[in-house]
Nanobody
């Protein structure tokens, strides 16, 4: 079992930056096959969408096209990932959810149903 906890949400003006962190606990993550940990977001009235994720073995990164060049996901230590978001736009306002799972391969890694463990979410508001 893996527990996932996010931190770092808040309010920021358009063009500003915010950093989210997500920590996983419960087991040594390197023991999982094809383990990945990343972020999804859900804006009001919209479906949850993929943002970015990182494969634990090999550190391969995956991004949604809408955030490439502005968001950076990174592994901070053996059980924590960060999402650095720059040049934020109002459409980035959403609940951001950290997710973790095993058996994730390129064909499924952008799909929320492929992830088994979810945090409670942290809200981000981008507004002037």
């Amino acid at each position: 079992q893996v527990q996932v906890v996010e931190s770092g949400g808040g309010s920021v003006q358009p063009g500003g930056s915010l950093r989210l962190s997500c920590s996983a606990s419960g087991r040594t993550l390197n023991t999982f096959n094809a383990f990945a940990m990343g972020w999804f977001r859900q804006a009001p009235g919209k479906e949850r969408e993929f943002v970015a994720t990182i494969k634990w073995s090999g550190n391969r990164l995956y991004y949604a096209d809408s955030v490439k060049g502005r968001f950076t996901i990174s592994k901070e230590n053996s059980n924590t990932v960060a999402l650095q978001r720059n040049n934020l736009k109002p459409e980035a306002t959403a609940g951001y959810y950290c997710a973790a799972g095993m058996g994730l391969f390129p064909s499924s890694i952008r799909t929320d149903t492929a992830y088994s463990y979810w945090g409670q979410g942290t809200h981000v508001t981008v507004s002037s």
